[in-house]
């Protein structure tokens, strides 16, 4: 299983990124799956922003950016995004894709998004 991100930079306050996570390995399609993304700030712990899976087809979201990001997946493309609305300067992170499998965590090599004026 393999898991590449695309599409940090940076940005201003309020403004918007969209993040990718292709993956491979596996099929969506034909696979039940959970794709996780994660972010890590400097001098903080990894901590789970948005999760879906396609058993029950169920979205789940950390506090801090409900209303704000929406995960969503294209089945055709194995590919899961972040997009990210209103972005905050406390959203600056290294943010990383993330699914297990038979047992395993896998990771992405991360993006970084960058927040400020």
């Known amino acids: 299983v393999q898991l590449v991100e695309s599409g940090g930079g940076l940005v201003q306050p309020g403004g918007s990124l969209r993040l990718s996570c292709v993956a491979s390995g596996f099929t969506f399609t034909f696979s039940d799956y959970t794709m996780n993304w994660f972010r890590q700030a400097p001098g903080k712990e990894r901590e789970l922003v948005a999760g879906?899976?396609?058993?029950?087809?169920?979205?789940t979201y950390v506090d801090s950016v409900k209303g704000r990001f929406t995960i969503s997946a294209d089945n055709a493309k194995n590919t899961v995004y972040l997009q990210m609305n209103s972005l905050k300067p406390e959203d600056t992170a290294v943010y990383y894709c993330?699914?297990?499998?038979?047992?395993?965590?896998?990771w992405g090599q991360g993006t970084q998004v960058t927040v400020s004026s």
């Open positions: 993330n699914t297990v499998r038979a047992w395993r965590n896998y």
């Open positions: 879906i899976s396609n058993v029950g087809a169920t979205t």
